[in-house]
């Protein structure tokens, strides 16, 4: 029975996925977008609401933004949630924190790191959010329930700007290196789950497996767009064109595992959500589309 009221911070890609499935679940739910780093406003939404849980979706995304405004992404994205924390702490709420397995970084595909690795955050916007994780807990009452998610690269069978799937269709060249990720349908289940529970603490989001950006390229040039060059290329030559390091990292989801139960095989749910994304591309509006793919 939904009988919890949840109130979803910023209007993104993971926040409207959550407005979504939440409202069609019987919940009550509201997406807002104030200025989390206002505590005026996130005190007046919560006055209003009265939520029973706050997930926080809103941060600033782009490494290259955080890094070339420092002090503005860190009023966000660490200070942000510092204010939404405090006051869920102060209202007995439960929190729910969306981080990143960003923060960890893994030598190869068998060099898992589990949700107490040490984060070693290659990025400015990674060690923001590995921050912020502190910051989640920093002189918290011993009542203060949260829960921190760690995805990685959340992908989806929609037509968005801000899915990676989409905007690995205007790439020409892929690392081959491994890398397991979040499909952002199954995240959403694996949240009710575990907001039902209350569980406390922090949980890798991720589904079982790996595969590289390569290997989603062949994918993507074999379901959806064949004309896709899809070529090679070193971490080196991708770290000359994205000074901001991009972290690889397999995370072990067991824990997530112990909670849920069975989490489905990436690769085998990168191909289902490619050839509904390919759906969704012969359907959809051509001008929305041609939004998305410039956007
Ligand atoms: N996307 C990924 O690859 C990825 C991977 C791992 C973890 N995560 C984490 O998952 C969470 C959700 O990601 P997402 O993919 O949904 O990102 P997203 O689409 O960029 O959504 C974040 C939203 O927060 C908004 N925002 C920025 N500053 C804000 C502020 N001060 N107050 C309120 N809202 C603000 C953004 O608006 P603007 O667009 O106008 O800035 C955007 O609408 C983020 O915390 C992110 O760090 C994302």
């Not at 069609?24 to 739910?29: A, N």
């Not at 200070?79 to 924390?85: E, H, M, N, S, T």
């Not at 190869?108 to 290659?122: G, H, L, R, V």
């Not at 491994?178 to 949240?191: A, C, K, Q, R």
Request: hydrophobic share 40%; proline share 3%; with cysteine.
């Amino acid at each position: 029975m939904a009988t919890d009221r949840i109130l979803i911070f910023g209007d993104g890609q993971v926040g409207n996925f959550y407005l979504r499935y939440f409202s069609g679940s019987g919940y009550e739910v509201k997406l807002t977008s104030v200025d989390i780093a206002s505590k005026e406003e996130v005190e007046i939404i919560i006055g209003e609401f009265r939520p029973t849980i706050a997930i926080n979706c809103a941060g600033k995304t782009s490494l290259e933004w955080c890094v070339n405004n420092k002090l503005g992404a860190f009023n966000i994205n660490v200070l942000g949630v510092d204010i939404i924390a405090q006051i869920c702490d102060e209202n007995d709420i439960y929190f729910v924190h969306l981080s990143s397995g960003c923060i960890l970084e893994s030598k190869d595909e068998f060099d898992t790191k589990n949700e107490e690795t040490i984060p070693k955050p290659k990025s400015y916007y990674s060690l923001l959010k590995a921050w912020a994780e502190e910051m989640v807990v920093f002189k918290r009452s011993k009542k203060f329930k949260y829960l921190i998610l760690r995805p990685r690269q959340p992908i989806s069978s929609e037509i968005n700007t801000k899915n990676m799937l989409v905007k690995m269709l205007t790439f020409t060249k892929f690392i081959d290196i491994p890398n397991n990720g979040t499909i952002i349908e199954d995240l959403m289940v694996w949240t009710e789950k575990l907001i039902q529970n209350r569980i406390v603490g922090v949980v890798h989001v991720v589904n079982t497996g790996w595969t590289t950006p390569y290997r989603m390229g062949l994918m993507l040039q074999k379901y959806v767009l064949s004309s896709l060059p899809v070529n090679k290329i070193t971490k080196e030559e991708l770290n000359t064109m994205n000074p901001e390091k991009r972290a690889d990292a397999i995370l072990d989801n067991s824990k997530l595992i112990s909670i849920v139960g069975n989490v489905e095989n990436y690769e085998k749910r990168i191909e289902e959500i490619i050839i509904k994304l390919a759906e969704n591309f012969k359907i959809g509006d051509k001008d929305y589309i041609k939004d998305q793919l410039c956007g």
